[in-house]
């Protein structure tokens, strides 16, 4: 079985605040995010092997969104997010 068998996956946005480092202008972005979340049974036709599997997983967020946009209209650079996190755990 694949690892999409044993979640729900649906997409979502955060706001979050963040500092332009080329005009250090603040500003709120919208970050995507995929969400999976563990199923509550697992599916028919498992193995002992997807069994063990199931059993250790969690749910969780990964991050879609690497870079984003400066909305000072002199500026418009990229730059890419500064949080190390890309993977939350729920």
């Known amino acids: 079985m694949q690892e999409r068998d044993f979640y729900h996956e649906r997409r979502e946005t955060k706001p979050a605040h963040y500092t332009c480092p080329y005009?250090?202008?603040?500003?709120?972005?919208?970050?995507?995010?995929?969400?999976r979340e563990k199923k509550k049974e697992l599916p028919r036709g498992a193995s002992a092997e997807d069994h063990q599997k199931f059993a250790k997983m969690r749910s969780?967020?990964?991050?879609?969104?690497?870079?984003?946009?400066?909305?000072?209209?002199?500026?418009?650079?990229?730059?890419?997010?500064?949080?190390?996190?890309s993977v939350v755990f729920l």
């Open 23 to 35: 005009c250090r202008q603040t500003a709120d972005f919208q970050i995507r995010w995929l969400i």
């Open 60 to 85: 969780y967020m990964i991050r879609e969104d690497d870079y984003l946009l400066c909305p000072n209209s002199r500026c418009r650079r990229r730059f890419e997010i500064p949080t190390q996190q």
